[in-house]
């Protein structure tokens, strides 16, 4: 599956984006999708992801700001960030495990860049 990632950008402290995550082919099934972030000199580390049976995973630094959420009609996923801080300045990755035994796919990236 091909994932092209978008909505990421400058804002202001305090300030809100939304991520979207396209993908190829039908998200109905897939067993799990989400978003990692990755900060310069930082390693790749979960943001959130989302299970097949709707069940959610939060970073503990973005639990209460970001929401994580999908649109099988338009074979999307999205991530909600509120309340932005400096901290959250990183490079936004979607990825996707369309089964059990799938490899991972991976979207191009997105920069999100909060000033203070």
């Known amino acids: 599956v091909q994932l092209q990632a978008s909505g990421g950008g400058l804002v202001q402290a305090g300030g809100s984006l939304r991520l979207s995550c396209a993908a190829s082919?039908?998200?109905?099934?897939?067993?799990?999708m989400g978003w990692y972030r990755q900060a310069p000199g930082n390693q790749r580390a979960l943001v959130a992801r989302?299970?097949?049976?709707?069940?959610?995973d939060y970073a503990q630094s973005v639990k209460g700001r970001f929401t994580i959420s999908r649109d099988n009609a338009k074979n999307t996923v999205y991530l909600q960030m509120n309340s932005l801080k400096p901290e959250d300045t990183a490079v936004y990755y979607c990825?996707?495990?369309?089964?059990?035994?799938?490899?991972?796919?991976w979207g191009q990236g997105t920069q999100v860049t909060v000033s203070s």
């Open positions: 989302l299970f097949s049976d709707g069940n959610t």
């Open positions: 990825y996707a495990v369309p089964t059990r035994f799938s490899s991972t796919s």
């Open positions: 082919g039908s998200i109905g099934s897939f067993n799990l």
